[in-house]
């Protein structure tokens, strides 16, 4: 890991291209299940594996357990998932079409109002630490498990995960319960 690293950080062309042809199939194997067109995943391949290199050249990644391929795959993920959210926002041409103008004045491209309890539970999340913001977001907004969770975050183990997502779900209730 630590060659990896270094390669990741100081590297050459042909160095850089063992790294990145290594790791490629499998991460478009593994990324077949989220349903969207091979040239997307390839290009979100090559996205997660530039931010990888500047990960490393910032430091960022001198300190990580897992390894180069867990939190490779990990931030290929994260742009999985901010694809699949920007392509459920979007309305096709063809059930555009179907939108029919009516006399009553609707603006249906407003957000729609939160009920009383998602603005107070949006207000107390901001309350929260980063670390507990980060990892509910991981879990509830963005569907990782907690092993995933484990591994792109840099845990011991999934114990910690659980409680930590335990010890961060009882401050925001407690922030909610406790009147401003």
């Known amino acids: 890991m630590k060659e990896e690293l270094l390669t990741l950080k100081k590297g050459h062309n042909q160095a850089l291209e063992k790294i990145y042809n290594e790791y490629r199939n499998a991460f478009l194997q593994f990324a077949k299940k989220y349903d ?7 290009d979100i391949y090559q996205e997660a594996f530039i931010a990888l290199r500047e990960h490393a050249i910032n430091g960022k990644l001198d300190a990580i357990k897992s390894s180069i391929k867990t939190y490779l795959f990990s931030i ?19 059930s555009s079409v179907e939108f029919k103008e009516t006399s009553e004045d609707h603006d249906f491209f407003e957000e729609p109002e939160l009920s009383p309890e998602q603005r107070l539970l949006r207000q107390h999340f901001k309350n929260l630490g980063k670390r507990c913001q980060e990892m509910l977001t991981l879990f509830y907004y963005r569907g990782l498990t907690i092993d995933e969770i484990t591994e792109s975050l840099g845990y011991e183990n999934k114990n910690v995960v659980k409680s930590q997502k335990s010890r961060c779900i009882k401050s925001l209730k407690e922030l909610i319960k406790t009147p401003a």
């Not at 969207?36 to 390839?42: G, N």
């Not at 290929?76 to 063809?94: A, H, N, R, V």
């Open 36 to 42: 969207l067109d091979h040239d997307v995943l390839i």
């Open 76 to 94: 290929g993920k994260y742009m999985i998932y901010d694809q699949l959210k920007k392509q459920k926002k979007t309305i096709s041409y063809e």
